[in-house]
């Protein structure tokens, strides 16, 4: 069937209360796109279009014919086909509620709770949340907590998020001082040592307030949607495209007969497994069978043999049909069912497990899905149709390696799938280890049976199957059937892991690297099962004889397992995160404040109700301009290579492509004099841009893309910093390859310090990069005015200000031609400094030569391959230490892989070099700093600057000193801190008070003492699992090391009914610099926030502002705003004086009579700094600031696994201006902290092309890695004469104290090694993964694994630091 033989249907689905009708619905066409492009609706974002962000995140609404029942679900609407939605209604936020009509107490709560920044994640966030409430109007906190296990937010660190939605919880959260009988609202704490005459706070928002939960606020599901439910039961719908046709049939029967006349059309139900593939234009499907409609496919039935579930069902309900049943079976029945259910509860999100159907993951078989080992194990059968009749196969091994007589033909389809009960002597279990405990595919994962003799331990029957090892599920089989006969003991177990290392065997070189880690997972799960067993075997003889059942006495005598070990029960039971909870404390304003004065309140982020609702507009959120065209690049696919030709012609054929844009179309420059923004001859890294396709769409663009061809010419190409074996590409410091000369720093006589210290080690420290992943991905619009050659150009950058500079010099025109507009920014930590500019000029240029708009948003891969990130780091160290732990001298080498271009890698390094003391005094250090020059993509700004790679480095010196001289890390951590009034390297000087202060003050509120006290306790009684815990302390140097970078203007009008326009040259990107802006207004100008405006940031209104970074971007911008209201107030002073008692308003109008101008412009000159490399000495950072934090966490020492504990942060953020933002702030940093050091890995292949571009395989954290207690303090009664107000700039500072896990889980590794007798002065590298804990737990099975000889073979990744 085809269309043209048949009249498409009109596609029929709800938007928000609203009908729509599709009359010529695209089978191609995804939920997301529609939503933005066609309807208008852009709360829906754009985050990473492979169902890994949940920015993307609708309610669907279904209404069940037959079951007369509607059902709600959350659903990732960038993988949606709009064809599935017929008969659907979808909710968005904007149908959630909006400013205009009204807002939802879901989207109130969120904001008012502070649990936006940036904002973009935040419409996904209130879907997930609101489609959980439709369902579950109290939902407990687990259920919260699951709900949100397909959302990343990379700004707030999750924890305000949780707050907000507790409140619609069962359990009663009152607030956030849970558990100690006492309510947050208004409470003054006691108190800390520091708090002396000031009042304490704890509590960042005001449950109150919040508006109640309004039922008839909802839409209703249409009444028009159930009849036509009812009514087209029986119909065939079919919507047509040129190229492909959606058929949704209404039985089987003609399911069956579409399947037979067109075998190779996919069934597609989730489109989750089929979706990921959209990117390929050419791959496409003639035809795609929709059965979702299909009674016998959503069947639910319990039968006699087990139950039986159609295959259209999706995960979601397999979970709830499983937390239903299990408890009404016998234990022994149910085994299955459990781990099934434990396999659910961390596969994907909320929203693919409500989208994704249980025959699309069986039939897709990918590696590492996470059902079928276990289905398989358990004996789960397939009920098989086609129009020759019905079968039913084994899902076994055989069928999931495709063998043809096992496999499903191409004219069948799966039905429903039976899953067994178990029985009394079978024990079943399911593994999986993730690289992130939720929303993460296996990096393994495993399905075990055994089946005993009754009423002994002899084997019957064994299946071990492993996913993530292999194209799809492998099957030890022939391990397996060695076994039968064998008894269940340790024997066994030895012979079984010799068996199954051998069948199973993992290449040196396979994709996916982790090789050794993922042989030591089979053989870890092979023990974790069999220690279940053991376990599982002894509670049943027990409950046996207790219940006089089933086992004779003698049986039981013969067969008596006795319970295992504390030892060995420790290898049982994964580690999982329970509800997380969190303080926040702070010093309250003076009593006297005024109430209408906001500074030093936490008011809610400025736009935080629009984030909400979705009505916050982002650069790809504007309306498309009449003639508007789409842009798409062609990168390089080489690391390094001449390029000898371009060819375009293929691209200007393809239908919509209006041009092709090359270097030659520049009519100015191209780039800077450090970067091209067209490669010309040359490419220098994978993904550099060479040109790019304008077309009348983004897929004309992108198919046109696909067809411009590259002729280069390979040139050797240096990749990492320095190689440990033998390959293809070069290393940086043996190449001598660097992009600025060193940096040194010198203090004290350092060959004496060696000389007169008791001992001496070395030791290296590799850290990888990591990817800024904003949400909002880069985007730029330009709009070409009509007249002199004049530009809008609507970008999303933390630096307009060069944006409009190389803007203007590519298009040879001066920069006051050029207008640069930044509303807001979805998030940018350092990634939006340099970059957009030269997406910026791709778009202009494109936009000169065409005449027309163009609209360049990247797409997430695109946006990871072509920026760099934080810059990998290399470090070696010599350390002389007294006994005491007393640091006498230290050289460090510091070298940073900088990638291709200079971008910023010169100022990273220096700060590397000027900030590496950390808190710490060494008398007599040396440190020498590099910038490596490398084919990869260039490296730049990310938060903290260096710091986070430099503080890491000297941490990890200071626990070798701890773990060579024996002593406690804090002792010597102690006494090599800086006290007292001090100097730093380059002779900046510094008062060590607020340090110390923060130390204490962090050691007394963790309980550090007495907590690492039952630390030790714990690991002397669990063997495979341990704990960890560390302090650590932090000083922080605010801004730049150049005075003119801390300038900063603003501009503010009075209008003459008194309200205020406020503008300023700092951009928001999520840390509230508006707010701030609009509480100064309001305090210098006596007026309420509500008379205040800011709307936006404009080169034509605030010239030549610098970028928005560094911490300081709000304080400077904000001493322009205090001069600008200063000024306006003092010429108001007359008026005022003549009129007292008047109101703002008479003064404003008085003031336009008298020809006052109500108008100033602010300026700040900025803080005095600077440094001098060649005397090396200056007064280099405008002030400090400094914080300790204490972590806690557990690992598993089978899996590598961690779970983060609690965490206390004492941060001196001297006076708070906000303290919900600045608290906002310091945990957002540190859980990217926590992601830089203990998650985020960036994978490059020998030939340097980036292979993790996407959520799914980059993982930033997720709610499930925030501690699951959180409790953050501001110090009190602390003073900053340098910036406004006495505050101190805390965006950056937080992130590095996000380095205290990572040094508690090397604690814990420690007490594993120490325990096992091994050398305790290990290095471990950054970030500490599942599989770098794993491997440092050396235990028999690691040593069991076979091991390659590096060198021997190419690996899938390389090591670039
Ligand atoms: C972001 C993300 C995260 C994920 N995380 C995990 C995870 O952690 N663990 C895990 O195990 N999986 C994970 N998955 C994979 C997911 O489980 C599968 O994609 C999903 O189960 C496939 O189901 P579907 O209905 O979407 O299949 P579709 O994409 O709709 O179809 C897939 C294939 O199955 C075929 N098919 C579907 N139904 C039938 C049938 N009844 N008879 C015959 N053929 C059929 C189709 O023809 C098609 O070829 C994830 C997926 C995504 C996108
Ligand atoms: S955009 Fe859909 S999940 Fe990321
Ligand atoms: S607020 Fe969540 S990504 Fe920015």
Redesign the pocket.
């Known amino acids: 069937m085809a269309c043209h033989d048949k009249q498409p249907d009109d596609l029929i689905f709800f938007v928000n209360g609203k009908k729509v009708i599709e009359r010529q619905a695209d089978p191609e066409e995804l939920l997301l796109y529609y939503l933005r492009k066609e309807l208008r609706l852009s709360g829906t974002k754009y985050g990473c279009g492979?169902?890994?962000c949940g920015a993307c995140t609708v309610m669907l609404s279904t209404y069940d014919p037959v079951a007369k029942k509607i059902r709600h679900h959350p659903a990732n609407s960038c993988?949606l086909p709009i064809c599935s939605l017929h008969g659907a209604a979808v909710t968005t936020v904007e149908g959630v509620g909006s400013i205009k009509k009204r807002i939802n107490p879901i989207q109130e709560r969120l904001a008012k709770c502070h649990g936006s920044q940036c904002g973009f994640c935040t419409p996904g966030m209130v879907m997930s949340i609101y489609a959980l409430v439709r369902n579950h109007v109290k939902p407990s906190m687990e259920q919260i907590i699951s709900a949100l296990d397909g959302n990343l937010c990379r700004c707030t660190g999750y924890r305000p998020i949780i707050d907000s939605y507790a409140s619609f919880a069962k359990e009663q959260t009152c607030c956030q001082l849970r558990g100690t009988g006492q309510c947050c609202l208004d409470q003054e704490e006691l108190g800390c040592s520091s708090s002396a005459g000031v009042r304490i706070r704890s509590g960042l928002c005001n449950p109150a307030e919040f508006l109640p939960v309004d039922p008839t606020q909802e839409f209703i599901f249409p009444p028009e949607l159930m009849r036509m439910a009812q009514e087209q039961q029986k119909k065939t719908l079919t919507f047509c495209s040129k190229r492909t046709t959606w058929i949704s049939p209404s039985s089987l029967k003609e399911l069956l007969e579409l399947k037979a006349k067109y075998p190779k059309a996919?069934?597609?139900?989730?489109?989750?497994?089929?979706?990921?593939n959209k990117n390929d234009h050419d791959a496409y499907h003639p035809i795609i069978l929709h059965?979702l409609r299909i009674p016998e496919?959503q069947v639910v039935s319990i039968t006699d043999d087990g139950i039986v579930i159609g295959?259209?069902c999706c995960?979601a309900q397999l979970r709830d049909i499983l937390m239903e049943t299990i408890p009404k079976l016998p234990n022994e029945k149910t085994k299955i069912y459990q781990a099934l259910l434990q396999?659910l509860r961390?596969?994907?999100?909320e929203q693919?497990r409500s989208?994704?159907?249980?025959?699309?993951?069986i039939?897709?078989r990918?590696s590492?899905?996470?059902?079928n080992p276990i289905l398989s194990a358990g004996k789960s059968v397939l009920s098989l149709a086609s129009n020759g009749g019905k079968r039913q196969i084994f899902l076994n091994d055989q069928f999931l390696a495709g063998h043809k007589h096992a496999d499903?033909e191409p004219k069948?389809?799966?039905?429903s799938v039976l899953i067994p009960y178990s029985t009394k002597d079978e024990f079943i279990s399911a593994f999986r280890q993730?690289d992130r405990q939720k929303?993460?595919?296996?990096v393994v994962n495993a399905g075990l049976r055994v089946l005993f003799s009754p009423g002994t331990d002899t084997i019957v029957d064994l299946s071990i199957l492993y996913g993530g090892i292999g194209s799809t599920t492998l099957s030890a089989r022939k391990s397996c059937e060695k076994l039968i006969g064998r008894q269940w003991d340790d024997q066994m177990l030895s012979e079984a892991c010799k068996l199954v290392l051998e069948e199973i065997s993992l290449p040196p070189s396979a994709s996916g690297g982790k090789v050794e880690y993922r042989r030591t997972l089979l053989v870890s799960f092979l023990f974790r099962f069999y220690l279940e067993v053991l376990h599982g075997l002894h509670q049943m003889v027990r409950t046996g004889q207790e219940l006089h059942i089933s086992i004779s006495r003698e049986a039981a005598r013969n067969f008596w397992y006795a319970e295992l070990s504390q030892d060995k029960m420790s290898a049982l039971g994964m580690l999982q995160s329970g509800v997380p909870q969190g303080v926040q404390v702070y010093q309250d304003v003076d009593r006297g404040q005024s109430p209408q004065d906001p500074v030093g309140r936490p008011i809610m982020h400025q736009s935080g109700i629009k984030h909400t609702t979705g009505e916050a507009v982002y650069i790809d959120d504007i309306r498309p301009v009449d003639g508007e065209l789409s842009l798409a690049v062609v990168t390089s696919i080489k690391a390094h290579a001449k390029i000898k030709s371009i060819d375009i012609s293929e691209a200007l054929q393809v239908p919509g492509v209006i041009n092709v844009v090359t270097a030659k179309d520049v009519p100015g420059k191209n780039g800077n004099d450090e970067e091209e923004a067209f490669a010309k001859d040359k490419v220098i890294c994978v993904g550099q841009i060479i040109c790019a396709v304008v077309a009348e769409t983004l897929t004309q663009a992108k198919c046109g893309a696909k067809k411009v061809k590259i002729v280069y010419e390979d040139l050797q190409p240096v990749l990492a910093i320095k190689v440990t074996m033998h390959l293809l590409f070069l290393d940086a410091i043996k190449h001598n390859s660097y992009i600025t000369e060193e940096r040194k720093l010198e203090k004290g006589d350092i060959e004496k310090g060696f000389k007169s210290a008791d001992k001496i080690i070395e030791g290296e420290l590799h850290m990888g990069g990591q990817e800024h992943f904003y949400l909002e991905t880069n985007s730029v619009v330009v709009i070409p005015r009509m007249e002199d050659k004049e530009m809008d150009v609507y970008v999303s950058t933390q630096h307009a200000t060069e944006v409009q500079k190389l803007v203007a010099s590519a298009l040879n025109l001066q920069s006051n031609k050029v207008m640069c507009h930044t509303k807001r920014v979805g998030g940018a930590f350092g990634g939006k400094i340099t970059k957009p500019s030269f997406f910026a000029v791709i778009a202009a240029v494109a936009a000169n030569k065409t005449g027309r708009p163009v609209r360049f948003a990247l797409e997430r891969d695109m946006d990871m391959l072509i920026t760099g990130g934080r810059h990998p780091f290399f470090g070696k160290y010599k350390v002389g230490f007294m006994k005491n732990g007393r640091i006498m001298a230290a050289d460090f080498q510091c070298y940073i892989n900088g990638g291709c271009t200079k971008d910023e890698s010169e100022l990273v390094i220096e700060y590397i070099v000027l900030k590496v003391d950390n808190a710490y005094n060494i008398p007599n250090l040396r440190v020498r700093g590099h910038a490596c020059k490398t084919n990869l993509p260039s490296n730049t700004a990310f938060r903290g600057f260096g710091f986070p790679q430099a503080g890491l480095f000297v941490e990890t010196c200071i626990v070798a000193v701890a773990t060579k001289t024996g002593l406690p890390h804090e002792k010597v951590r102690e006494i090599n801190m800086y006290k007292g009034v001090n100097r730093t390297a380059f002779e900046e000087e510094f008062d060590a008070e607020n340090l110390w202060k923060c130390w204490k003050e962090c050691l007394v509120k963790s309980d550090y003492h007495s907590r690492n006290a039952k630390v030790e306790e714990f690991n002397k009684k669990n063997y495979w699992k341990k704990k960890g815990i560390a302090i650590i302390s932090m000083k922080f140097s605010v801004g730049f090391n150049a005075t003119y970078f801390h300038q900063a203007g603003a501009l503010v009008h009075i209008y003459l009914d008194g309200s205020v326009l406020v503008t300023h040259g700092g951009i928001e990107l999520g840390q509230g610099i508006h707010t701030k802006m609009l509480q100064i207004a309001s305090h210098e100008l006596k007026i309420p926030l509500s008379y205040i405006h800011f709307c936006e940031t404009s080169s034509t209104t605030v010239p030549n502002g610098k970028y928005t970074a560094g911490s300081v971007g709000t304080e400077i911008n904000a001493r322009a705003v205090q001069d600008a209201c200063q000024i306006l107030w003092k010429r108001l002073d007359p008026i005022r004086r003549k009129n007292p008692k008047g109101k703002w308003e008479d003064w404003i109008s008085e003031a336009h009579k008298k020809s006052i101008s109500l108008s100033a412009t602010g300026y700040f000159k900025g803080y005095e700094t600077n440094m001098n490399w060649e005397t090396k000495k200056g007064h280099a950072f405008p002030y400090f600031l400094y914080g300790a934090a204490c972590s806690e966490v557990e690992i598993d020492c089978l899996t590598g696994a961690h779970k983060n504990i609690r965490t206390d942060i004492v941060m001196d953020a001297s006076f708070s201006i906000n303290p919900a933002i600045d608290i906002g702030q310091i945990e957002g940093a540190f859980i990217q902290g926590v992601g830089l050091y203990t998650l985020e890995e960036i994978y490059f292949s020998p030939e340097g092309e980036q292979l993790t571009l996407s959520p799914?395989t980059y993982k930033i954290p997720a709610v499930c890695d925030i501690p699951e207690q959180f409790h953050v303090y501001l110090l009190p009664n602390s003073c900053n004469s340098i910036a406004i107000y006495s505050s101190k700039g805390v965006g950056e500072a937080g992130f590095f104290l996000g380095s205290s896990v990572f040094f508690a889980i090397r604690d814990a590794v420690a007490a594993v090694r120490k325990e096992r007798g091994l050398p305790l002065d290990f290095t471990l590298n950054s970030p500490l993964t599942v599989e770098r804990i794993r491997m440092a737990c050396d235990d028999i099975f690691t040593k069991m694994i076979p091991k390659d000889k590096p060198g021997t073979y190419k690996p899938w990744a390389i090591d670039i630091s």
Do not use: C, K, Y
């Open positions: 492979v169902g890994g993988l996919p069934l597609v139900v989730g489109n989750t497994s089929l979706g990921l059965p496919m295959a259209a995960l396999q961390t596969l994907a999100g693919i989208m994704a159907s249980l025959g699309g993951h039939v897709s990918g590492a899905w996470d059902l499903i069948e389809v799966i039905v993730a929303n993460a595919f296996s799914d």
